[in-house]
């Protein structure tokens, strides 16, 4: 037996597919200050937070890259700890803070004037770049 595809089952599902293609909306925020650095993401669906935090002391590597986001690109940094990586962005609330004071709490990490055209350039390449490694 066929099941006849109506009108309105065919349109059910299209919503229902593209219901399902949509990313969750979440607002994002980076704090740090001189003993550490937190990162927290709220998900407006469920108000659901993620919390990740970590001491300067902590950080072994941080790498600067790019998400391409389809139509654009996001800059992004990977900090890398014992317990894992905690990824930040520039779409992320205090990015611009985290950059100014970076060198403060991580001494010989590159500037952002060393680093910022080789992530950046050429658009839509990951351009993954080693910021600070601790020896």
């Known amino acids: 037996m066929k099941t006849r595809l109506t009108k309105s089952n065919w349109l059910t599902r299209l919503t229902e597919y593209f219901r399902s293609l949509r990313t969750r909306s979440w607002h994002g925020a980076i704090l740090c200050d001189p003993s550490g650095m937190t990162r927290i993401v709220t998900y407006e669906d469920d108000g659901s937070i993620i919390r990740n935090t970590f001491k300067w002391n902590e950080v072994v590597s941080v790498f600067a890259f790019k998400r391409d986001i389809y139509s654009y690109d996001l800059i992004r940094f990977a900090f890398e700890t014992a317990e894992g990586c905690v990824e930040v962005g520039e779409d992320m609330e205090g990015w611009r803070t985290l950059i100014d004071t970076l ?3 991580l001494p010989g990490i590159l500037a952002e004037r060393d680093w910022f ?3 950046a350039l050429p658009p839509f390449a990951t351009n993954w770049t080693t910021l600070f490694t601790r020896r």
Do not use: L, S
């Open 103 to 105: 060198p403060d709490y």
């Open 117 to 119: 055209e080789k992530v």
